[in-house]
């Protein structure tokens, strides 16, 4: 399998043309980069990704992680990958110099990360958590947990873990029973279980560093209770060597897709010796944690469209090349077949996964974007700004890719008919994977609460007065351009909407509480996120607008047009869809809220 | 495994109190039932669907066929189904007594299906296969071939196929190139490929009889040339033994899911000794195949429907059982955990769930009782009148149930959270499984075309009107019921707003020919889809509506108060997803057709 990934084209669009990623060049902690040496990582991106990863996409898949004796056997790909991640510098691409890291800009390594996943998501996650792990032991473990962990986690030695969900508590992280018991030896006796640890432990690593949520022996109950600890599978005896730590993996779940990563079971200090090391100070887990959480989900946004991005390429590339059918207002059977991309129901089917896939890109890199800005800003108010532009998109960004995905990688399937549903082609396999999205840091559910329950209400509603904002500003430039006018009209009237809604469900919060205010919080959720895709599609049309007045080559013509003919499909078949959603949110019948559990009987 | 799989109180609530089944004991052809008769059929069904089929649900899947020395082997329980189904009588349950059938109303037997096909839809496709091949040839072949095939598939000894797909003809029955060549012996040498045969061959049958679509030579080009064979794998000599007839598995493939049934390619007359003996006329091959087509589009419906149906009451299930937070209004950590199925937004899942579980039953039902009509009926209107009915809803009861289906076992998956994604519950079974029903038997877009291309104008639109006239009556009496009058209002909006797209795509097509009129015809039929299962949920209602007026037990308050927070969940939340529809299929920006090929460039 050496199909497209993703289009290089597209990524540098969006880098150089939309995101001006090179205007960060002026500032001084990105003054050692330009547009060259940005090229040179993407291309390194492009080739890890199709040299590394691809060739052993499927075979992660048949040939799933075992529990063999107590060791998680995975794809030995994995040590390889570990370690040129670790080497190349990949891992620790956005450190600071002073560990060691390159300082690149998040959108270059966005790019390069929306690559990897498209390549074999399953074998990106194990570099992944690595850096999100020691991006949190920088920012909040003392000298002695850097020292320790991070240098390993970026060379890829180590396996860096994210230890939150425990069987009892899923979603529910309120009730947690891991524990931590201080002794005064500098570290916490932990005891519990954990479930659903992505690369919890595996045999191409020499140790496992968890960072994992427990509760302080008689501290507060209740998410207030909880704090954050490094827990290695192995720790450093008085001598400096490594002995283990009192945890043992209990079971490798069988997935219906994301195989090639192990997503383990972790009994942690069985035998009452499994040493933590406090992060950050007591009772302030969740919030530490949260940062990683936040880069995780817009991970899984990129993730999701980076495989609805493989997907489609799939999909395109049989479209073009499979005979079935003649145009329907000629339909002599003497006359040759044509290739299915000619029929307008194939185009249309393509037009939403391409319309789906580099709307989601567009919304990951306007993270990236805002994340890069908050690197270089000293300005109280314009690091609020940024922040608080992240706080309201983030559940945006993981969710609207995560869920569209899945209908995208649908309709790559339905491209090929019955072979895509087959072991064939790799379509049926990125709709497996894709499955997870929707669940994984934070499910939908979890996702629409956060938005409309903490995101639009924070800060007296600045977050969301930044984000319409942001979506005028881009009215006010798409006005002055003659063929999208009429979208910026539409995206106009489509905020009013989402304002009016919004009114709306605070009045139902000051009214009937909580309960009626979040009973749709999914949908305000869908309904916000198509309009944000809808904000992203016509930024990206300015750029075509402009684009389109120059001399071309045919190659840049078709590729602007392509664009803009998705920013027409965009407005034409997506946005309409957020008329039903705003009619059942203003609709007061608050059935879901008062059906009886009972009425499910049968 | 042993989960609920449909709720026996829908189908009887469905079968007696909103079709009315036992009216058909009225006339002659069913007077030998009863209800007392009826409901031990469905006794009889579910013990078999719960016996019989769900045991081996997931090991038919975690061990699927496989082409061994040119044997397919199959599950072993294969056998003990073809053989309990046959002599059971429930291949043969709806064929008239001459056939040593039945002759069962079409509404048991669906309801007796949709058990089936809940408990296992791969062990379900052999018999029914049989059933299907069975009734085409006492259709419409000759004395000879209904002797020597029909009581063999009926007892489930003899496999029945369909064969019409090839290499390259896909959803293009015009290019197919299967050949037959006449000979003045009584039979025809057949010569091709035919691919995605469902139960091409297999080890638990002595012979495999196909329906095969081929082309006379020398006859004329495209679908006119098509006649319909039987062509079995042995065939009679003239000492009546049976010997090969030259026809090879050269495939079995491996799918995403449907994983039970093998899905075969096969080789015909490679060395210039296949048979094949023409069933009915020549040339009349395609609307001979169409009876069993159409059949089969609905028994995708139903099976869609089945398959999501066990998927929602697992889900169901699990939401009872699984604690996970609190109320959001009381968030004490110190409380404990309420069942998953308290909170609002898994309400909102499992009522989606429902109502496309048990609007799809209905819908998949009323068809089975317009069928059954036209077996009572003998005035020629009414006889034109239900058939135009079941022409035009036939897209619908194939196309809503497949489409809805995955996104109601992908709703399945989310109550479960990361558990749903694990082997270890069937839901992620059921979700691979359903993938298969928008592709096989007509792709949605090849049901979108067959609905607006042709059904809604034959015959002048009658059957178009004769369905607008059916709503209407559902209307007019429900607008008796006080709760109901509101929905009846926005049934009504709906089909007008139905009258009016209808109306805008007919003219396009006048002015631009029939490209710009079916560009489209996919979100038509999704349209057409939603506004048909308001109808049948507003259908229910009214027998709900009167059931509630009388004094009712607790299980039974509570099975029609189900029913209707379900219906009012269907027009909260579904029938205004037209809205998006209809002003996209009101807008005359055809893209679609527009757009150019290369602006796929990259």
Redesign the interface.
Known sequence: MAGKLV?M??LKFLLYEVFDVCTLTEYDYYKQFNRKTFDMFLDAGLELGTKLMQPVYEEMDRKPPELVDGVVKVHPQVRRILKEFGEGGWIGARFPVEFDGEQLPLQILSACNLIFCAANFSASAFPGMNSGVAHLITSYGDDNLKEKYVAKLLSGQWQGTMAM?EP?????L??LNTMAEPTDEGFYKITGNK??ISAGDHDCVDNVVHLMLAKIKGGP???KGISLFVVPKKRFDENGKLVLNDIVVSQV??????RGTP?TELSIGENDDCRGYLVGDEYKGLSYMFQMMNEARIGVGAAAAATASAAYYAA?EYS?ER???????A????TP?V?I????????M??FQ?AVVEGSFSIVMQCSKYEDMLSVVSDDEEKEKYALLLDILTPVAKNYPSEMG?HST?QS??CF??Y?????FPV?QY??DM??H???EG???IQ??DILGRKVLMKNGKAFSLFLEEVRKTIADARDCSELKIFAEELNNSIERLQEVTLHLIGIAQEK???YF??????YLELFGIITISWQWLLQSITVDKALQNELS??EY??Y??KL?TC??FF??EL??????A??LM?K?P???E????????
């Open positions: 289009s084209r597209n969900t009892q508590a899923g979603s529910s309120t009730d479930i659903f109950p209740g998410v779940f069988h997935k219906m897709g994301y997503t395109l073009r005979p079935q059918g003649r145009n329907i207002a339909k002599d059977p003497l077949q290739p991309i000619e029929h307008s129901d194939v185009k249309r393509l037009l391409k899945v649908s399937i339905q008919g019955g895509g549903y087959c072991e064939d049926e709709y497996r499955r997870i929707p669940i994984h499910t939908t559910g629409g609460m509480g909580p309960e979040l009973a749709d919080a999914t949908l045919a190659s078709n590729f047009q392509g003919y027409k499909y034409r078949y309409p869809k957020i008329e039903g959603l009619k059942r609709d019948d059935l879901t809220v059906m009886e559990v009972n009425f499910f009987s049968d």
